[in-house]
T-cell receptor, first 108, second 116 residues
Framework: QKEVEQNSGPLSVPEGAIASLNCTYS??????FFWYRQYSGKSPELIMS????GDKEDGRFTAQLNKASQYVSLLIRDSQPSDSATYLC????????FGQGTILTVHP | SAVISQKPSRDICQRGTSLTIQCQVD?????MFWYRQQPGQSLTLIAT?????????ESGFVIDKFPISRPNLTFSTLTVSNMSPEDSSIYLC?????????????FGPGTRLTVT
């Protein structure tokens, strides 16, 4: 069974800090990786996609991919209370496969 | 990204009845999917809705219980048939392969279903 594993969390960080969310995947042939943010009671929102080894930055968000070690991470710089949400890592194994999600709380 | 709408946004239904959920996209997309998300859980793929042919169901989901239609490239329906309380969940449609032609999936707002 192809799996996507995330830190169980919850993760709590102070406002202004860097939040680091990690994800590992089981199938080395995967080529497409995504991070979704889901606020309570809302549907998932795609915030980052990454396909190549290395870093991809978009505003305060940086996705990091290491295919040799089979992990993908999401860094949120200058965390804000509005970043408090569940973050879902997803990998394409033929179909989009989600991790269980990490709950992030940013406290003032 | 595409604008996706779902109807109804929520419903309360009696066991044994059926509910049809609609998903409408404002532009043509290649792929449409239906997911279920139970409280506190991650997303589970029910099926891929194929335009002009039968849907492709994931293990544990069958056509008799979850019939799906996709008459064109912007619209799909999911029916939850002969409902039981275990079907209470959020049902989400997602789309991919729009004008960007990518694998990125975008989700509709969801339908919250409660079966009593």
């Amino acid at each position: 069974q192809k799996e996507v594993e995330q830190n169980s969390g919850p993760l709590s960080v102070p406002e202004g800090a860097i939040a680091s969310l990690n994800c590992t995947y089981s199938d080395r042939v995967s080529q497409s990786f995504f991070w979704y943010r889901q606020y309570s009671g809302k549907s998932p929102e795609l915030i980052m996609s990454i396909y190549s080894n290395g870093d991809k930055e978009d505003g305060r968000f940086t996705a990091q991919l290491n295919k040799a070690s089979q992990y993908v991470s999401l860094l949120i710089r200058d965390s804000q209370p509005s970043d408090s949400a569940t973050y879902l890592c997803a990998v394409i194994y033929g179909k989009l496969t989600f991790g269980q999600g990490t709950i992030l709380t940013v406290h003032p | 990204s595409a604008v996706i709408s779902q109807k109804p946004s929520r419903d309360i239904c009696q066991r044994g009845t059926s509910l049809t959920i609609q998903c409408q996209v404002d532009s043509q997309v290649t792929m449409m999917f239906w997911y279920r998300q139970q409280p506190g859980q991650s997303l589970t793929l029910i099926a891929t809705a194929n335009q002009g042919s039968e849907a492709t169901y994931e293990s544990g989901f069958v056509i008799d219980k979850f019939p799906i239609s996709r008459p064109n490239l912007t619209f799909s329906t999911l029916t939850v048939s002969n409902m039981s309380p275990e079907d209470s969940s959020i049902y989400l449609c997602s789309v991919a392969g729009g004008d960007r032609g990518s694998y990125e999936q975008y989700f509709g707002p969801g339908t919250r279903l409660t079966v009593t």
